[in-house]
């Protein structure tokens, strides 16, 4: 019944040490995390800042080596394989970060980082790779003439799409979206939201959804993990996880998210104090 | 004087009208503007200077030697009977030589050296221990060691200044690399799986450059001063060959007699290293924000 996981992450461990290694400090910011994104769903990771969420992110992706555990993406361990096939299995994993503003290097065109994310992965004439960052600045709602833009040129929001088109151009299965709308307006936010939705339908594309932002998640994710102090203390169908939270942890982020009515809020409150008889 | 940059890091890429703007705000910037004058100055009279003097540099006249500055010689002759502004003048192509050529060595070298240093972590410890030693030792007394083991001559007081000023210029560029280094999207290119050599070379290099090229001023000034000290101790550019040094040199000894002999070549060194210095002051103010001079 269950298709097959594009991505299987097992018993995931880092831990951070002080100063020197083997100092008494051990920090342990991702501690023996297990999940599974299937092909073409959202997978929302929530929780607090600095409980693990971006560090299990990096992970994934070999930025951050993990201590222990194992990332298997259409079968194949990534953190067992050779530096060439990884390589070309970054074609398949993409990542979007959460600052649109340091994201981007101030120096250089956006047609020219769009070039230079073609460049690193496929070696294709020069007029294939114009062609093709044209067609991805389009797809991503840009004119012709944003190709000769700087990043200081353009609000928040448009980085943040340029962003999205730079993962988007080498063709991935799997995006890794690390808080991708935390740095933007509401009112931006939604938009960058959408196309990330409709880019997910149209292309078939499996999202890593990072962030702190319960409401934000619950709108794009089809299933969520809550992480707390590095580990995942409930996954499921996001449904299942608004309407019917198990873990202490997740009913307090829950509550903490602001009610869209006074009465809502009322309710809550009552809810709260009544002792449970 | 950004050629060098593969883009020009007073203008990091910019439109037409940002570009206009960009050079009303150095025109708006009194101290590049003074210091490019007097560095243009001194380079018109070192370059036109030779056609005004009544003799060559190396030109003795025993008859006529230690005369007071006159019409004929503006700074007055030498105890050889040398015309002292011809030498003065033959003196600036030498400083200005070796001040440019050690500027331009120290910015390639403290480049490789500051980015492969902030890149790699253990290139890091074994470049920055080497080149903490090299600093520790006082600056004129580097240079006087390294030309005693090469000899006096003019090639050699460039070898020995860069030397010397290498890991200066490697400490700025290292540091800015690091600042650069910790961006996001350095991170988003080695999630795309960039090479070490991409990274350093075609993204952090471009955003060095603005710090370097100031860093690469102070070097000039301080090579000159260095390079005149040194001619003064007898360690730097061998006579009869005149250096601002060597001739404040052959002055000392009549300084009560000749003052025009300490006095002329010294003002000239004064004037360069001033004209650079704001210059590089200026470059700082309008490349970098963080170092904004609190005068208006």
């Known amino acids: 019944m269950t298709p097959q996981p594009l991505l299987e992450v097992r018993n995931l461990s880092k831990s951070f040490h002080g100063r020197r290694s083997g100092d008494a400090k051990v920090m342990k910011a991702v501690d023996d995390v297990s999940f599974d994104i299937l092909p073409g769903e959202t997978f929302g990771l929530v929780g607090e800042s600095g409980c693990g969420k971006s560090t299990t992110g990096r992970a994934l992706l070999r930025l951050i080596e993990p201590d222990s555990g194992s990332v298997s993406f259409q079968g194949q361990d990534l953190l067992k394989m050779p530096r060439k096939q990884l390589h070309s299995t970054r074609r398949q994993i993409q990542m979007v970060f959460q600052d649109p503003y340091s994201s981007l290097n101030p120096h250089r065109r956006v047609g020219v980082i769009l070039d230079e994310a073609l460049k690193i992965q496929y070696r294709l004439p020069r007029k294939q790779r114009t062609e093709r960052v044209h067609r991805i600045l389009d797809r991503v709602g840009f004119a012709e003439d944003y190709y000769y833009r700087f990043p200081h040129e353009m609000s928040g929001g448009q980085r943040q799409r340029i962003g999205v088109a730079r993962a988007l151009i080498v063709g991935p299965q799997l995006i890794i979206c690390d808080e991708p709308v935390s740095a933007l307006d509401v009112s931006i936010q939604s938009q960058v939201l959408n196309m990330l939705h409709d880019l997910q339908v149209e292309l078939g594309l499996s999202y890593l959804f990072i962030s702190h932002d319960l409401s934000v998640v619950r709108h794009i994710s089809h299933r969520i993990a809550v992480m707390q102090k590095g580990r995942i203390v409930e996954q499921g169908p996001t449904d299942e996880i608004f309407s019917n939270p198990q873990h202490p942890y997740t009913r307090q982020l829950l509550d903490a998210i602001p009610a869209s009515h006074p009465r809502l809020a009322r309710e809550r409150r009552t809810a709260l104090t009544t002792p449970v008889s | ?296």
Do not use: C
Request: aromatic residues 10%.
């Open chain 2, 1 to 296: 004087m950004t050629s060098f940059a593969p883009r020009s890091p007073l203008f990091p890429g910019m439109t037409a009208d940002r570009r206009s703007l960009q050079l009303r705000r150095i025109r708006n910037n009194s101290q590049v503007m003074t210091g490019g004058s007097i560095l243009l100055l001194i380079l018109l009279i070192a370059l036109i200077g030779p056609l005004l003097t009544p003799s060559g540099p190396y030109e003795t006249d025993t008859p006529n030697r230690l005369l007071p500055p006159s019409t004929t010689n503006w700074f007055g002759t030498d105890n050889f009977g040398r015309d002292l502004f011809a030498r003065v003048v033959s003196g600036s192509h030498v400083s200005l030589m070796v001040g440019f050529s050690v500027a331009l060595i120290t910015s390639g070298l403290g480049l490789v050296i500051g980015l492969v240093a902030a890149y790699f972590k253990t290139a890091d410890r074994i470049l920055m221990r080497i080149l903490d030693g090299f600093m520790a030792f006082p600056a004129i007394l580097l240079a006087i060691a390294i030309m005693a083991a090469l000899g006096v001559q003019t090639e050699n007081v460039i070898v020995a200044l860069s030397l010397v000023f290498t890991p200066y210029v490697a400490r700025v560029v290292r540091s800015s690399a690091l600042v650069v280094k910790e961006q996001t999207y350095i991170e988003s290119l080695r999630a795309q799986g960039a090479s070490a050599y991409r990274v350093l070379w075609v993204n952090i290099a471009p955003n060095v450059l603005s710090p370097l090229l100031i860093q690469a001023t102070f070097i000039f000034a301080d090579s000159i001063i260095t390079e005149a000290a040194l001619s003064f101790l007898g360690a730097g550019v061998p006579p009869p060959e005149p250096s601002w040094g060597n001739i404040l040199f052959d002055g000392k000894t009549l300084i009560f007699s000749a003052w025009w002999m300490t006095v002329f070549p010294g003002l000239t060194i004064m004037l360069v290293v001033l004209g650079i210095n704001f210059l590089g002051d200026g470059l700082r103010d309008l490349l970098d924000p963080r170092h904004k001079s609190i005068r208006k």
